[in-house]
């Protein structure tokens, strides 16, 4: 069935039929039919000149919008509630009796989807937030650097997702132990990756000395680039020695807000190196499980590895983070 003429061709058709134009020449102008043209001439006439509004079909749905409204209303404050939950306050606050699959086809129709919860701290302080938002804006973008860390080992080298036939599960033997731990700490500028430290095991007050050091050599004295450090409130990083060292450089220290690392782009630098591990994951797990390495000397394979993973952060990713965080307004 062809699809109807638009109504804004109809109302032309309809002006030209009202200035007493001849019919050839309407065709020629509208590019209609001489049926559609009568069609719309007999409406127009008749003081009508919209398409025909087709006739719903089908069986009338059971939740008017005022009820699939007042559902997104519960899902905006409460995004965790089951279904069945939903259901049995439908029925109690409107009286509507429906069944489960009938409250989820509703809000699909809205495009509500289940997707992994996004879980903030109790104790975020919303204030403090955005404090440090409005004082982070002060800065030009190519000013901030921004540093943290994070861990990796043998079992973070697998995909939590795969795919099956439908009924069939997913299954994949992997390691359950973990190995050894190496913990990464890069610093990342508007441009990309500034440095980066890899270690086995966890980083301590000296050892964080020892990556700052390192960070601040190619860092800048404010106002020029690379001037500003960003960093979480951890206990190694809250020292006297620290802010010394900044001082000493010329380099402005600003902590994150409690429970804030959401706001640091270095967060989603720590995503992309560790997809791109699970991407390789048969040859880091080749490296991780090296033998003839002795006690307290770092595995090279495991450290080019992760090397070439933490350096794979483009200038184009870090401008993104950074937009994301709230530290520029627009991507030039």
């Given at each position: 069935?062809?699809?109807?003429?638009?109504?804004?061709?109809?109302?032309?058709?309809?002006?030209?039929?009202?200035?007493?134009?001849?019919?050839?020449?309407?065709?020629?102008?509208?590019?209609?039919?001489?049926?559609?043209?009568?069609?719309?001439?007999?409406?127009?006439?008749?003081?009508?000149?919209?398409?025909?509004?087709?006739?719903?079909?089908?069986?009338?749905?059971?939740?008017?919008?005022?009820?699939?409204?007042?559902?997104?209303?519960r899902l905006a404050q409460d995004p965790d509630v089951f279904l069945d939950e939903l259901q049995r306050e439908l029925s109690d606050a409107a009286g509507v009796d429906v069944h489960v699959s009938t409250v989820w086809r509703a809000l699909q129709r809205?495009?509500?989807?289940?997707?992994?919860?996004?879980?903030?701290?109790?104790?975020?302080?919303?204030?403090?937030?955005?404090?440090?938002?409005?004082?982070?804006?002060?800065?030009?973008?190519?000013?901030?650097?921004?540093?943290?860390?994070?861990?990796?080992?043998?079992?973070?080298?697998?995909?939590?997702?795969?795919?099956?036939?439908?009924?069939?599960?997913?299954?994949?033997?992997?390691?359950?132990?973990?190995?050894?731990?190496?913990?990464?700490?890069?610093?990342?500028?508007?441009?990309?990756?500034?440095?980066?430290?890899?270690?086995?095991?966890?980083?301590?007050?000296?050892?964080?000395?020892?990556?700052?050091?390192?960070?601040?050599?190619?860092?800048?004295?404010?106002?020029?680039?690379?001037?500003?450090?960003?960093?979480?409130?951890?206990?190694?990083?809250?020292?006297?020695?620290?802010?010394?060292?900044?001082?000493?450089?010329?380099?402005?220290?600003?902590?994150?807000?409690?429970?804030?690392?959401?706001?640091?782009?270095?967060?989603?630098?720590?995503?992309?190196?560790?997809?791109?591990?699970?991407?390789?994951?048969?040859?880091?797990?080749?490296?991780?499980?090296?033998?003839?390495?002795?006690?307290?000397?770092?595995?090279?394979?495991?450290?080019?590895?992760?090397?070439?993973?933490?350096?794979?952060?483009?200038?184009?990713?870090?401008?993104?983070?950074?937009?994301?965080?709230?530290?520029?307004?627009?991507?030039?």
């Amino acid at each position: 069935m062809p699809r109807p003429t638009p109504d804004e061709i109809r109302a032309s058709v309809a002006r030209m039929l009202a200035l007493d134009l001849d019919l050839p020449l309407i065709l020629i102008i509208s590019g209609l039919s001489e049926q559609t043209v009568c069609s719309i001439r007999k409406r127009w006439e008749e003081g009508i000149y919209r398409a025909h509004q087709p006739i719903g079909v089908g069986r009338p749905q059971t939740l008017d919008i005022g009820d699939v409204w007042s559902l997104c209303d519960r899902l905006a404050q409460d995004p965790d509630v089951f279904l069945d939950e939903l259901q049995r306050e439908l029925s109690d606050a409107a009286g509507v009796d429906v069944h489960v699959s009938t409250v989820w086809r509703a809000l699909q129709r809205l495009g509500v989807t289940r997707k992994v919860l996004d879980k903030r701290a109790m104790e975020i302080c919303d204030e403090e937030r955005a404090e440090f938002q409005q004082a982070i804006r002060a800065f030009r973008p190519s000013q901030v650097v921004a540093v943290g860390e994070n861990a990796i080992n043998r079992r973070m080298t697998y995909q939590n997702r795969g795919y099956a036939l439908a009924g069939d599960r997913a299954v994949k033997r992997a390691f359950f132990v973990r190995g050894k731990r190496y913990s990464i700490l890069p610093a990342l500028c508007i441009a990309g990756i500034l440095t980066a430290l890899i270690i086995e095991g966890a980083y301590d007050t000296a050892l964080f000395l020892e990556f700052l050091e390192l960070c601040l050599a190619s860092m800048n004295p404010f106002p020029a680039d690379n001037s500003v450090l960003v960093m979480g409130n951890c206990a190694i990083h809250i020292s006297h020695r620290v802010q010394e060292m900044c001082n000493e450089r010329g380099v402005i220290l600003v902590y994150l807000p409690p429970y804030s690392h959401d706001l640091s782009p270095i967060e989603f630098a720590f995503a992309k190196i560790k997809t791109g591990i699970q991407r390789d994951g048969d040859d880091a797990r080749m490296a991780f499980n090296a033998v003839g390495i002795e006690p307290g000397e770092i595995n090279v394979d495991v450290e080019v590895m992760l090397h070439r993973h933490v350096y794979s952060v483009t200038a184009e990713d870090a401008k993104g983070w950074f937009n994301h965080c709230g530290y520029i307004e627009d991507i030039l």
